[in-house]
């Protein structure tokens, strides 16, 4: 068996949560249900479902009050039992 590299190949970027892999095309339509199942998606269809909104937030403001410290407990000596 013989196997053929291919350098003009089309490659696609799959993306599933952080996670991402790039196969070839060829591979991704004969794998499609697998990598669906799986939960990957072309990461292009990604781009183009997202907003162009932008949020603006503003920013909490702080409490005053001061940080409690927690008190060092006494070590026991023979003397305290």
Do not use: H
């Amino acid at each position: 068996m013989v196997k053929l590299v291919l350098s003009n190949e089309k490659m696609i970027t799959l993306t599933r949560g952080n996670k991402t892999i790039k196969r070839s095309e060829v591979d991704y339509k004969t794998n499609k249900k697998m990598y669906d199942f799986r939960g990957f998606k072309v990461a292009e269809d990604l781009i183009k479902d997202k907003d162009e909104t932008i949020l603006e937030f503003e920013p909490k403001a702080k409490n005053a009050k001061t940080k409690k410290t927690r008190r060092k407990s006494k070590s026991k000596t023979k003397s305290d039992l």
